[in-house]
Nanobody
Framework: QVRLVESGGGLVQAGDSLRLSCAAS????????MGWFRRAPGKEREGIAC?????????LYADSAKGRFTIHSDNANNMVYLQMNNLKPEDTADYYC????????????????WGQGTRVTVSS
């Protein structure tokens, strides 16, 4: 069982940066794939970025995140981060951290454990 707690959301202006944090407990994340997802108002949850700690840190990004977002896993401290730069109003969403032991990718069904989310609001 992995417990995930996100933090770092807030209200920012377009062009600003934010770093979201995900604190994991219960199991070491060094053998998990970790993902960041978001759900914008009125939309379905979508995968933004993931990192595979068991595959040497391989990463995968959604097109909307490429070039602006970076996922990083600090296995020593059981933390995962999402650095978000050049934020846009369309990035406004609730952001979720997720973990999977056997899955991989940006599909929600691949993940077994989810945090409660942190809200990011980007004003224009």
């Amino acid at each position: 069982q992995v417990r995930l707690v996100e933090s770092g959301g807030g209200l920012v202006q377009a062009g600003d940066s934010l770093r979201l944090s995900c604190a994991a407990s219960g199991r070491p994340i060094s053998t998990y794939a970790m993902g960041w997802f978001r759900r914008a108002p009125g939309k379905e949850r979508e995968g933004i970025a993931c990192i595979s700690n068991s595959l040497g840190g391989e990463t995968l990004y959604a097109d909307s995140a490429k070039g602006r977002f970076t996922i990083h896993s600090d296995n020593a401290n059981n933390m995962v981060y999402l650095q978000m730069n050049n934020l846009k109003p369309e990035d406004t969403a609730d952001y979720y951290c997720a973990a999977t032991l056997s899955g991989w990718g940006l599909e929600t069904y691949e993940y077994d454990y989810w945090g409660q989310g942190t809200r990011v609001t980007v004003s224009s």
